[in-house]
Nanobody
Framework: QVQLAESGGGLVQAGGSLRLSCAASGSILNIGYMAWYRQAPGKQRELVAQIISGGRTNYGDSVKGRFTISRDNAKNTVYLQMNSLKPEDTAVYYC??????????????WGQGTQVTVSS
């Protein structure tokens, strides 16, 4: 199986920056895409950014130009650099990884979530 450990959330003022990290561990054979989602109170979970194994990235419209996703394949870690944060970025951010692990079929794994709060 695969375990995801997220870190980097917190409280920041509008216009500030935060960097989220998510490290995957376990009996991993291969990782496909790695992504960040977020869910604000009363709203559906939405894609923030995704990066596939070849390095291609996709971003949600609301974060384009402000957030950057990257990954370190050697460390099985994905990062989300968040700049120019706005109060509307306040949400719980979830790491999502599609991975193939020993004894399991390829599937999605989710982190426990990390709170990001942006004050105005």
């Amino acid at each position: 199986q695969v375990q995801l450990a997220e870190s980097g959330g917190g409280l920041v003022q509008a216009g500030g920056s935060l960097r989220l990290s998510c490290a995957a561990s376990g009996s991993i054979l291969n990782i496909g895409y790695m992504a960040w989602y977020r869910q604000a109170p009363g709203k559906q979970r939405e894609l923030v950014a995704q990066i596939i194994s070849g390095g291609r990235t996709n971003y949600g419209d609301s974060v384009k130009g402000r957030f950057t996703i990257s990954r370190d394949n050697a460390k099985n870690t994905v990062y989300l650099q968040m700049n120019s944060l706005k109060p509307e970025d306040t949400a719980v951010y979830y790491c999502n990884v599609r991975a193939w692990a020993v004894g399991a079929s390829t599937r999605d794994y989710w982190g426990q979530g990390t709170q990001v709060t942006v004050s105005s």
